[in-house]
């Protein structure tokens, strides 16, 4: 479902999986918590099996030696690991870690105890054991926290489209215009609309998971009567829609937006004017369908196109997300008319964690 | 100073209206709500300043300030819009008056004082500019002055232009009139819907009705609605022929 992911894609992704270990106050935490572990260590030792301060003082020296070497590669390699997928990068570092408790400890042995004797047998699968844990919780812990940054993005990402996509500029200082203009004749119908355009915003802001049929077709309302406000005459709207499908769930601003794109290119470019007509149909088996048609111009102003497409490709988006593959966005054109029609499942059960 | 206000949506004339009514020495003359209504008014009303949506549905606010900037006297414009022209960027880089939507009545009356200093010199260049960028639309009509008026023509109306002397004339369902524009311009202008038969003339493609053979062995296009045909050039005979076969 996921895209695959571009070359530069992978680097920003896998940015906050590994800590910059160049940086100075990252680096001093590490000597922190190389230290607690040292004394942790220290003070799990058996009450006396000697001097606890010696004991943490090569604890100290041999754990910083293996934080700092570990830090210093990660810094060098710190630009080549972050070119790797999420997964190889998490196998590399892990096996450079061990790897590096390995050696260290194979050198210590060397410089303590050159000759081999005495009681250092088995300080290498120790050690390694270790290592192997601290690093397997340190990883864990940076893997679900850059999990979480991810997923917090990408939802604060879907907002701000939605938000772009609701606010369309033309739509909201037209409409603040034609509030403008009332406030002083129709104070009434000035203050309605005010209200219908703080709950557009309000439902844009909050965006809950689902909201029925019934509530987004308020939303709807609420918006056609502003542009009515703007357009008088010229729009004209007819709405069938079956009561028993009202309850149906579906995600929010799902057809509120095509709506407005059914006035913005359908109606506005056509000096009469026109007539959007939503319509609801459900078929046993089939789902859902709702369409939305208006009447095109027949002289089509271009640059009008762009902004279309971006809603659409927006709602399709969402569709992928709430639904899968099982909803879909249809566009049926003719000469004189352009139809969306937005097809839901019958069931429909999001997606468990894919929001 | 008598003004005119275009816009296609009712409040909003409403609104200019209210804030003109504030304002000394000013006088709204009339209202329209497009482009078409907006040059019928000016040539009633022949007022001296504009007030121009840019995006209105049919011909559009440039287009109309096109057609008027081709009257003898032109009024000055003010163009306003709600958000998001590019071709904001063209009027700001010739100081040209624009105001944006909801409009501030302090920054209406800049405008107007500042209009009257401003006129043809200031804005043709402008309208001329956003009219030459390859992403411009062609017009949709054809503005042509007649006895001190100015007459739009429908481009679907048009049969052919045709270049004589010093004038280019265009021929339309409902006769004939003189226009400023060059053959080579209107050409590039309206590349889609008409084609060179002459080095004198361009027809309407949708106008074309069949090819006749001349006395001399050279060929005519001959025209729906019209008895009339124009000479085709050797030049161009390979490219119309293609054209009919399609």
Same mark, same amino acid.
């Given at each position: ?10 680097a ?70 972050l ?8 196998i ?17 042995g ?64 037209n ?31 909050s ?6 049929l ?52 359908g ?22 369908v ?11 102003r ?20 709430h ?29 468990a964690?894919?929001? | ?30 209202e ?14 022949? &007022? ?25 006297? &032109? &009024? ?14 063209a ?10 939507k ?31 960028? &390859? ?47 060059s ?64």
């Amino acid at each position: 479902m996921q895209p695959s992911p571009r070359h530069s894609g992978i680097a920003a992704q896998a940015f906050g999986l590994l800590p910059n270990l160049c940086d100075n106050r990252v680096l001093l935490l590490l000597i922190l918590i190389a230290e607690l572990l040292a004394m942790v260590l220290t003070l799990s030792q058996r009450p006396g099996t000697g001097n606890l301060w010696s004991y943490l003082a090569t604890s100290s020296f041999f754990i910083q030696s293996i934080a700092l070497i570990d830090a210093a590669l990660l810094c060098y390699t710190r630009r080549w690991l972050l070119r790797l997928p999420p997964l190889y990068l998490g196998i590399t570092v892990y096996a450079g870690l061990q790897l590096v408790t390995v050696l260290v400890t194979l050198l210590q042995g060397l410089v303590v105890d050159p000759f081999g004797s005495g009681n250092s047998a088995g300080i290498l699968p120790r050690n390694l054991g270790i290592s192997a844990i601290i690093s397997a919780v340190v990883m864990r812990y940076l893997y679900i926290r850059h999990q979480n940054e991810l997923r917090q993005q990408a939802e604060n990402n879907a907002k701000i489209q939605v938000l772009q996509a609701r606010i369309r500029p033309h739509f909201l200082f037209n409409s603040l215009n034609t509030i403008a203009s009332l406030i002083h004749r129709q104070p009434q119908q000035a203050e309605e609309a005010i209200l219908d355009l703080a709950e557009l915003f309000r439902s844009t802001l909050s965006q809950p998971e689902k909201i029925t049929l019934a509530q987004e077709m308020e939303l709807v309302q609420k918006y056609l009567h502003i542009e009515s406000l703007r357009l008088g005459p010229r729009l004209k709207v007819e709405s069938r829609i079956p009561r028993e499908l009202m309850d149906l769930e579906l995600p929010p601003l799902v057809l509120q937006p095509l709506v407005e794109n059914a006035v913005y290119h359908g109606i506005e470019p056509i000096p009469e004017g026109g007539t959007v007509s939503i319509e609801a149909a459900n078929q046993a088996g089939a789902g859902t369908v709702i369409s939305i048609r208006n009447p095109r111009s027949s002289s089509p102003r271009s640059g009008r196109n762009t902004g279309n497409r971006m809603a659409l490709d927006n709602i399709r988006q969402r569709l992928l997300l709430h639904y899968g593959k099982q909803a879909a966005l249809i566009i049926d054109e003719t000469v004189t008319e352009y139809t969306v029609k937005l097809q839901l499942p019958d069931i429909s059960v999001p997606r468990a964690g894919m929001v | 100073m008598k003004i005119l206000i275009v816009d296609d949506e009712q409040p909003a004339r409403e609104r200019l209206v209210r804030l003109l009514g504030e304002i000394k020495g000013y006088e709204v003359a009339g209202e329209a709500s497009n482009g078409a209504e907006a040059i019928e008014r000016y040539n009633a009303l022949k &007022p001296e300043i504009v007030l121009m949506d840019i995006r209105m549905p049919g011909i559009d606010g440039l287009e109309t300030a096109r057609h008027m900037m081709g009257d003898e006297t &032109p &009024p000055a414009i003010i163009f306003t819009t709600a958000y998001g022209d590019h071709a904001l960027e063209a009027f700001d880089t010739h100081a040209v008056g624009y105001l944006l939507k909801p409009v501030r009545r302090e920054k209406l009356e800049e405008a107007l004082l500042a209009s009257q200093r401003s006129n043809r010199s200031q804005l043709t260049p402008v309208l001329q500019d956003i009219a030459d960028k &390859p992403e411009a639309e062609a017009r949709t009509h054809i503005c042509v002055r007649m006895r001190g008026n100015l007459q739009l023509i429908p481009v679907s109306d048009i049969l052919y232009f045709r270049a004589e002397d010093k004038y280019v004339t265009l021929q339309h369902t409902e006769g004939t009139a003189l226009i400023e524009d060059s053959l080579v311009k209107l050409e590039e202008e309206f590349a889609d819907s008409f084609l060179r038969v002459h080095r004198n003339a361009l027809v309407s493609i949708n106008r074309i009705t069949g090819l006749k053979r001349l006395a001399d062995n050279t060929f005519a296009v001959m025209l729906k609605g019209s008895d009339e045909t124009l000479d085709i050039s050797r030049r161009h005979l390979a490219a119309i022929r293609r054209l009919i076969k399609s």
